[in-house]
């Protein structure tokens, strides 16, 4: 299995930052995409930003030039740097991670984003 422990959730002034970081941990032969999700309240879970094995990324378009996603891949982690943020990036915000063994796609536990106006 494959275990996804996230950080760096907080309360934030609407144009403030935040840096979320998500760990893989657990029986790792390989990682391939990894990415965010959020969920707001009474709303689906979006997708947010992907970045592939060999650094690829791409963003929803709400978030283009505001957050940039990236990983470490020695230390299997993949990061979210959130800058410019508004009210309405409040959520509950998920990472995943794709990987070989089923179910081959891992989730985080979620990390809660509160952007205040």
């Known amino acids: 299995q494959v275990q996804l422990v996230e950080s760096g959730g907080g309360l934030v002034q609407s144009g403030g930052s935040l840096r979320l970081s998500c760990a893989a941990s657990?029986?790792?032969?390989?990682?391939?995409?990894m990415g965010w999700y959020r969920q707001a309240p009474g709303k689906q879970r979006e997708w947010v930003a992907g970045?592939?094995?060999?650094?690829?990324?791409n963003y929803e378009d709400s978030v283009k030039g505001r957050f940039t996603i990236s990983r470490d891949n020695a230390k299997n982690t993949v990061y979210l740097q959130m800058s410019s943020l508004k009210p309405e990036d409040t959520a509950v915000y998920y990472c995943?991670?794709?990987?070989?063994?089923?179910?081959?796609?891992?989730w985080g536990q979620g990390t809660q984003v509160t952007v205040s106006s």
């Open positions: 970045i592939t094995s060999g650094g690829s990324t």
């Open positions: 995943y991670v794709d990987h070989p063994l089923w179910p081959f796609r891992s």
């Open positions: 657990g029986s790792i032969l390989s990682i391939n995409a």
